[in-house]
């Protein structure tokens, strides 16, 4: 699909129900709940080494010096290599699950059109995709410290078309980034509302249900709150004839 094709789809989308796309979310979900539970796992196992990096040298400060880690007693100095690597740590994260998720939602179209795929959880990852996503992710980012430094309101608009920006580079991985973000901003402005509301709903919707399965659960239920966007996009846009399956 060429941009100005997805721009036409974008400006000629009708309007969505939240009803239907929920649950249509909850019958997609029964068919994708162990995909979204493997693709959490992954990205707990590629991420946990640098958390352990980044916390591993305070948590032996702490315990050979109690009293370094108190307020008055932290060396600034000592501090700035901590923030740092905070920071390209935070950037690393969004590209693992900026990656994982885009080539979840490519499963999910397989599994929701009963396309035959292999589940391949790190698509987006390898080449040639792989520095589309890390310009992506860093965009993303940006967005996302830009708008926290503006304070609330802002961080609560970028929500949209930053999910949005990662189901759209899933589905058109040809297109430009810049191409990418536009069209995340233009689906995000016109259909902001209900997909923030499917947001907030379909979070809150997969905590509940797994703390109920005593918090484990909620490795199980987390990739809920993913769907809303694809049905977003899925019912805005649509697929190619091709990409569908043959009747």
Known sequence: MTFSELQSKINAAKPLDFGTI??????????????????????IAMLAPFYIIMYLPMVAMGIWNPE????????????????????VFTFFAMVIAFGLKASFYRICKAKD?????KDDYFYYLKKPYLVKVVKLALISYGISLLAAMLCVLPILYVIVPISLMNVIFAFNPELAVGDIVKS????????WLITFGLIVISGLFAEVI??????????????????????IYKDSVGFEPYELPLE
Not at 113 to 117: A, D, R
């Open 22 to 43: 929920f649950n249509n979310c909850i019958e997609l979900f029964k068919k994708v709940w162990v995909q979204g539970l493997i693709m959490i796992l992954i990205t």
């Open 68 to 87: 370094a880690l108190q307020d008055n007693n932290v060396n600034p100095f000592l501090m700035i290599p901590f923030v740092v690597f905070m920071l």
């Open 113 to 117: 059109l009963g396309l035959v795929e």
């Open 184 to 191: 995340s901003f233009d689906l995000g402005n016109r259909k």
């Open 210 to 231: 797994g703390l109920v399965l005593c918090g484990v659960g909620l490795l199980i239920t987390a990739s809920f709150s993913y769907l809303p966007v694809y049905y």
